[in-house]
């Protein structure tokens, strides 16, 4: 079964001091990790979709990366509009190629950047 | 370009009522997901459909839950006789499959329940 833990629960934060949040997964058959930003009371929205271990990504003040066991969201220079939960999730590879397949999600970061 | 909506944004009911929740996803995707999620924890997947298909259920969506999608288009998930263990954001997801492709689920802004 597919399996995500995130690390830490909660991260305080002085706005311009930079952080990473980690996702440990066990999948079998990695489709591909995601990583989604929740603010309260809305649904989750897409940040980044990371494929194979190596693989980086960048948007504004955050970079994803990649390894086979884990991801990194590296925050540099945080400002307290990034203030969310910060969700984790792996797609399995399906069955057949023209199936979708489900998110399996971590419980999330709680960021709170202050001013 | 509109995203995934969900309706109600927010159902209160009575222990024993049934609840329908509607979403229309984005307009030319073909897979449709719902997803549960309780204060604190990540989203939990129910099920999904591929077009009208429903393709895969998990073991947490019990005799009372039943969800469809007719068209192929809007899905309804429907709770018979809700319990309190209900309440949550119910979070309807959609995407565009293609053969070979890559897939990203795009999240609709959720149904907040909440059972008495």
């Known amino acids: 079964e597919d399996q995500v833990t995130q690390s830490p629960e909660a991260l305080r934060l002085q706005e311009g001091e930079s952080s990473s949040l980690n996702c440990s997964y066990t999948?079998?058959?990695?489709?591909?990790l995601f990583w989604y930003r929740q603010d309260p009371g809305k649904g989750p929205e897409f940040l980044f979709t990371?494929?194979?271990a190596g693989e980086e990504k960048e948007k504004e003040r955050l970079k994803a990366t990649l390894t086979k066991k884990e991801s990194f969201l590296h925050i540099t220079a945080p400002k307290p509009e990034d203030s969310a939960t910060y969700l984790c999730?792996?797609?399995?590879?399906?069955?057949?190629?023209?199936?979708?397949?489900?998110?399996?999600f971590g419980e999330g970061t709680q960021l709170t950047v202050n001013p | 370009d509109t995203g995934v909506s969900q309706n109600p944004r927010h159902k209160i009911t009575k222990r024993g009522q049934n609840v329908t929740f509607r979403c229309d996803p984005i307009?030319?995707?073909?897979?449709l997901y719902w997803y549960r999620q309780t204060l604190g924890q990540g989203p939990e997947f129910l099920t999904y459909?591929?077009?009208?298909?429903?393709?895969?259920k998990s073991r947490l969506l019990s005799d009372r839950f039943s969800a469809e999608r007719p068209k192929g288009s809007f899905s309804t998930l429907e709770i018979q006789r809700t319990e309190q263990g209900d309440s949550a954001m119910y979070l309807c997801?959609?995407?565009?499959?293609?053969?070979?492709?890559?897939?990203?689920?795009?999240f609709g802004p959720g149904t907040r329940l909440l059972v008495l």
């Open positions: 997801a959609s995407s565009l499959g293609q053969t070979g492709a890559w897939e990203t689920q795009y």
């Open positions: 999948v079998s058959g990695l489709r591909g």
């Open positions: 990371l494929y194979s």
């Open positions: 999730a792996v797609q399995e590879r399906p069955q057949g190629e023209t199936s979708g397949s489900r998110l399996t």
């Open positions: 307009s030319e995707h073909n897979r």
């Open positions: 459909f591929q077009n009208e298909a429903q393709l895969e």
